[in-house]
């Protein structure tokens, strides 16, 4: 990453609060739910509040469209930082299609990494994009929800919603 980039941030009203986004010049860094805490994330550099920048503008309006139930894939430049490991995790989560649900062994085993169970929850945990790179989808073995920087209420809401769309 070139931390000379500037990075954008704004804040964007949804049904559970105000999330808040960061871009770069090449896209989306992070979606923030209201329960993240934004130090935990390294975000660098500083970011500057910017109103009506392209990439939030069409981030705004798809979040709309998955809330109202018309979306259900995102289309969004993104400009993930992470590691190697961890870009693969936020992969494979983009994999798991609108409604369903995958196992945290599941996941691993998409990326060839089937023993990697705890570090894919390690890395589904730093996960910058909340919805967009959707962990919410990943549950326990057993089906139970398991851990989300959002809360597991937020995770039964958004797996709620989805499989109401269905």
């Not at 010049?25 to 509040?49: C, F, I, M, T, W």
Request: aromatic letters at 8%; glycine letters at 8%; charged letters at 25%.
């Amino acid at each position: 990453m070139d931390t000379t980039d500037t990075l954008w941030t704004t804040t964007i009203e949804s049904p559970l609060g105000q999330l808040r986004a960061f871009a770069s010049d090449r896209g989306l860094r992070a979606l923030l739910l209201p329960e993240n805490d934004v130090d935990s994330y390294a975000l660098d550099p500083e970011p500057v509040e910017r109103r009506g920048y392209p990439a939030f503008a069409r981030l705004a309006r798809q979040l709309d469209e998955y809330f109202t139930g018309t979306r259900r894939q995102f289309d969004l430049p993104l400009d993930l930082v992470g590691t190697e490991f961890q870009r693969l995790a936020w992969d494979a989560l983009q994999a798991i299609p609108y409604g369903a649900t995958r196992s945290y062994s599941q996941q691993a085993a998409a990326i060839d990494r089937p023993k990697a169970v705890r570090a894919i929850g390690a890395a589904n945990g730093r996960n910058p994009m909340s919805i967009v790179v959707p962990c919410h989808r990943v549950v326990g073995a057993d089906g139970s929800l398991t851990g989300y920087a959002g809360g597991v209420d937020v995770k039964r809401f958004l797996l709620d919603h989805e499989q109401g769309h269905v």
